[in-house]
Every structure is written in structure tokens, then in C-alpha cells.
């Protein structure tokens, strides 16, 4: 198996107690219906027709929304083992696009195996609906940013929900992880200016709050950068529930 090829089970493992069988049977063929995106392409576009079920094997990419005067917002990051859109079979078209940060593969996932999987395995099915509340929670986390977090802590909540979220997956190497975006993709996000942005991270430098050199964030004292930035991680570690291993279906069974 290619690296990444168990990303999906270890997302959904942080969600949901899954036996090693059903860890197996999740675990995707990269071979097969991979796609290679180059950083800052588009994945897909407003206005597109949904397609079979995409699953990030590595590296980023952001959900945005963009004005007529080509100003931007990013709605959402997608980190590895996320999934593109568990309700796209619903929708005739979508509204909102989705971009590579940096080079990334994904693998694209037949509808129609998935619903096996579903069928096959009820572990399975409560851990993807617990990822998908969790995603509406973080959605509500971001919109409390936009609308009462100051600029400082705005940029060090996202810092924090970054690191938590590779932790999941086991992306992180103590308190450092992989840090790609741009400051102005980092502006996107938080709702701030480039410039800002700079400033305010150059404050937490001075801080001894992080560490970011090139592509790599380390978090010192992750409890200190979680209090000055107003977080709680409960909006990402609450969900959780243990049940005995039951049957499950291979995503790449015939």
C-alpha cells in the first residue's frame, strides 16, 4: 500500500472505536482513481456537478468562496483523510470551490462502495456522521472568529485547530506539524489583512507562543497559545463512543 492508503481509518478511528478488521477494510488502493493536483488549482468550481466521493490522501487544501471583485474567503481547510463532501450526491451543483494549498493526492471513492460500506458496518456509519457534525462544528468555531475573536486570536485558534486535527491522524512530531498555507491564505481564513497577519504573527513569535520556520509550526506550550487564543478543543474531542467490532465492507471490494 502507497503512503496514505490507511488515512480514512485513522481519521474515523479518532472519532469512533474501530476494530482492526474494519481498519483493514477501510483502507483505500492510492492506485486506483488517484488524481494529483498542483498547489493553488482548483479541485472543483462553484457551479460544478458533484462527482464520486474524494478522500485527501496528503497535503492541504480550502473550501472558499469568492466575490464578483475577486475578493476571497476560505470557508473551510481540508487536511489529510477529510473527506470532499459527504452530501454532494444531494446537491445539482455546488456552491462553493475547492483548492489545492500545495501539491496534494486524493483518491476518488464510487458512491455506490460507499454505501456498501455503510451497510456492512454500523461502527462505520456513526463514525462518518460524528465526522460530519464535526465539520458543522467547526464551521460554528469559525463563524465565532469572524464575528468576536480579535485578529491575534483568530490566527492563533486556527494555529491551534491545525495542530489538533493532524494530531488526530497522527500527522504531528511532538509539538511541531506541518504548516503550508501563505500569509495571505492565512488572511483568507481569518478575515484579516496579509499585512496583519505578518504583525500578528511576528508578535507571537516575540511571545515564544510558536516557532514557524518555512513550512514547519511548533507550538512550545500548546495549553499557553490555547489559552491566550480563547480555545477549546471540545468542538473537535467530544465525539467518541465504544461498541463491538461488527462486519464490514472493503471500500476497493468488487
Known sequence: MQPGGDIL???LAALAPLS?????MLAVDPSQRVRRTPARADIVREGDAPGDLRLLLSGWAARYKMLDDGRRQIVGLLLPGDLFDLHMTVLHELDHSIAALTDLR???????RLDQVLRGSGAIARALR??????????REWLLSLGQRTAFERLGHLLCEIHIRLSMVGLTNGNACDMPMTQTEMAD??????????RTLQEMRARGL???????????DLDQLKQVSLFSDAYLQSLGARRPPGQVVA???A
Open 9 to 11: 481509518a485513522r481519521r
Open 189 to 198: 481564513a481569518t478575515g484579516i489583512t496579509p499585512v496583519h497577519v505578518n
Open 130 to 139: 460524528r465526522y460530519t457534525l464535526m465539520g458543522a462544528a467547526i464551521q
Open 20 to 24: 482492526e478488521a474494519e481498519r483493514r
Open 106 to 112: 486524493l483518491v476518488e471513492i464510487p458512491h455506490e
Open 210 to 220: 510558536i516557532v514557524l520556520k518555512g513550512r514547519i509550526l511548533e507550538i512550545p
Open 251 to 253: 471500500l476497493g471490494a
